[in-house]
Each structure stands twice: as C-alpha cells, then as structure tokens.
C-alpha cells in the first residue's frame, strides 16, 4: 500500500471557449488542488470532516460541500482542516490568458481536455517534487503514490491519464519539452489511480475546501469572494509561492487582474 495518498479536485469550470478576454467575470479562474496525506490515517479522515462540519454548521448529512457552507463560516472551516497533518497544494489559473495561448507540441488551448490537462500537470509536478522529497526523508526510498481524483462530469480521464503517461516517459527519456520540474515516473504507478464522487470520500471533500477557498480568494468580482478562508489555509500550504500555490501565468508570463493579486501576493508572490 503506497505510504502518502493525494486527494484531488476542483473548483471553476475548465472550458476556456466562454467570455472576452480580460473580462471582468467571475467565471475567469480554474483551481486545482491535492491534499496530501499519510495512507494510514485514512481511518481518521471521517472525523475530521466531522470537525469542519461542526464548524460549518451544516445539516447536510454524510459529506461537505463548501458551496453549500455559509459564508461567515467558511474561514473557520478552513482552519479546521489546517490543523491536520496534511499537506496542500493548488494551482490557479486565469484563463483569459490562455485563449490565444498555442503550445508548439500542443496546439491550442481551448481544444477539448488540453486545459485541463495543462493545469493537472502542474499542479501533479508540484505534488511529485513535494512527495519526492518527503519520501526519501520518512521512508528512504521513492514509491507509488496513491492518487484519487474527483469525479466531474465531461472530462476524459483516460486521455488525461495516456497524457501523464507521455510526460513520465519523456522524463524517463530527457526528452520533455519544456524546462520544468517534470513528473517523477517512480511515483506514477496508475494501477494505484482512481477517480471517485467526491461525495464518497472524506480526502475528496477536504481538497475541495482547499480549491473552493483559492478559487473565491482571487474572483474578486464574485459576490463570495473572500480571502479569508485562503489565508486559513496556510499552515498546510506546502512551501508557499510557486510551491504550495502556483498562478499561472507566472507574474512574468502575462498579466492577471490587479484585484486578484492579493491573495498570491499575501503567499509570497511578487509582481
């Protein structure tokens, strides 16, 4: 049984085909996140959520679902799951930026899955360098992990899944394309991939506190924004700029609404 399971979902709508470029619209960000954490406390997952449920207030039975969580409680929910021994990460992208965005290898952007493949990739690099890490300090050895996605209608995992593939091969090879931290193969082993509702699991409903929190932290036109739930967050937050939270694009890649800059920059971002 793999020693760390990645727990992920998001929140935003991945299409990039809807809107005007730079418009002023709610619907302009993607969130992407994984919670990380030890396999053998899955047993305590449950009560954990219990705990964030307390605080939610909520009379909704079994799961948690952070839409249906009052907005005056939602800080205190994230601050709940921040006291566990997880670790977060999240990946924020604006997509008007990449509606005229063409990858060489690629094509463009707005093509079916592409998208969301993209912010899968980044957001798993950072997981990998992270997991890596952390693996030869409490085990001594490189594994598996244990990765469990959320169910969201209309995506095609398999492609996404042959995708991962491609990219773990041409790291194996030295061939990526481009300059990044690549996915590490050793920890790639698909027969240990599954994607679940996220209903049905506790890991699932705590990754998406963590993606719903950073996805109204920068919607500033959303009638839900807030940053403090996002800032609650912060001491599972892997690492901080570029580590634990990514914006993408980078500060030096293309603009992003100076209204929505508060919350990266409060994580260590600079523009």
């Known amino acids: 049984m793999p020693a760390l399971t990645v727990f992920i979902d998001e929140a935003g709508d991945p299409g ?47 799961s948690l679902h952070y839409a249906k969580i009052g907005q005056e409680r939602r800080e205190a929910v994230c601050a709940s799951l921040a006291t566990r021994p997880v670790r977060a990460f999240t990946l924020a992208s604006h997509k008007t930026n990449m509606r005229d965005y063409v990858n060489e290898r690629i094509g463009s952007m707005v093509e079916a899955g592409k ?31 244990k990765v469990v996605f959320a169910r969201r209608g209309g995506h095609d995992y398999r492609h996404f899944f042959a995708y991962i593939d491609l990219l773990a091969m041409q790291r194996r090879a030295k061939t990526l394309f481009l300059n990044s931290r690549g996915l590490d193969p050793a920890l790639l082993d698909r027969s240990h991939w599954s994607v679940v509702p996220a209903e049905k699991l506790a890991g699932l409903q705590m990754a998406d506190t963590v993606a719903s929190a950073f996805y109204q932290a920068a919607n500033t036109v959303s ?18 700029a570029d580590k634990g939270l990514t914006v993408f694009p980078l500060p030096s890649q293309a603009p992003i609404p100076d209204e929505a800059k508060a919350i990266f920059r409060w994580y260590g971002y600079k523009w």
Request: with cysteine.
């Open 16 to 62: 990039v085909r809807d809107g005007l470029r730079y418009a002023a619209t709610r619907h302009e960000w993607l969130c992407v996140s994984a919670v990380c954490v030890r396999t053998s406390r899955d047993s305590d997952l449950p009560d954990w959520i219990d705990a964030m449920r307390l605080e939610a207030k909520a009379r909704q039975a079994g």
């Open 115 to 145: 998208f969301y493949n993209w912010c899968m990739r980044l957001l798993l690099e950072r997981v990998t360098d992270w997991a890596a890490c952390w693996q030869r300090q409490e085990l001594g050895q490189l594994e598996p992990l």
């Open 223 to 240: 009638p839900s924004w807030d940053l403090g739930p996002a800032k609650a967050l912060y001491p599972i937050v892997e690492g901080g």
